[in-house]
């Protein structure tokens, strides 16, 4: 079992910036692919961003053609914490981001996915 905490959410204008954080429990972290997802009210939830887990090549990350230029996502393995930076936001971007984990590979699909956050909220005003 995995357990993922995330904060960092909140109420910002269209063109500011966010960092959301997520924690996660055990010591096998690096082993875990992480992703960032975002779900509206009606809507599937969607892919934003993943990186990969550590291997001897070391990672790589991935993004929804809707945050590249605009989002960052990065993990720190000392401190089990996978983070996003979000700048530039759109009132689009608005939105519950879940961070998720996946054992080994990673991928773009949250059903791939078996290790959930609870979510934080994301408001963008203009």
């Known amino acids: 079992q995995v357990q993922l905490v995330e904060s960092g959410g909140g109420l910002v204008q269209a063109g500011g910036s966010l960092r959301l954080s997520c924690a996660a429990s055990?010591?096998?972290?690096?082993?875990?692919?992480m992703g960032w997802f975002r779900q509206t009210p009606g809507k599937e939830r969607e892919f934003v961003a993943v990186?990969?887990?550590?291997?001897?090549?070391?990672?790589?990350?991935y993004y929804a053609d809707s945050v590249k230029g605009r989002f960052t996502i990065s993990r720190d393995n000392a401190k089990n914490t996978v983070y996003l930076q979000m700048n530039s936001l759109k009132p689009e971007d608005t939105a519950v981001y879940y961070c998720?984990?996946?054992?080994?590979?990673?991928?773009?699909?949250?059903?791939?996915?078996?290790?959930w956050g609870q979510g934080t909220q994301v408001t963008v005003s203009s």
């Open positions: 998720a984990a996946r054992y080994g590979y990673y991928s773009l699909q949250h059903v791939s996915y078996n290790y």
């Open positions: 055990g010591r096998t972290f690096s082993n875990y692919a």
């Open positions: 990186i990969t887990a550590i291997t001897w090549s070391g990672d790589s990350t």
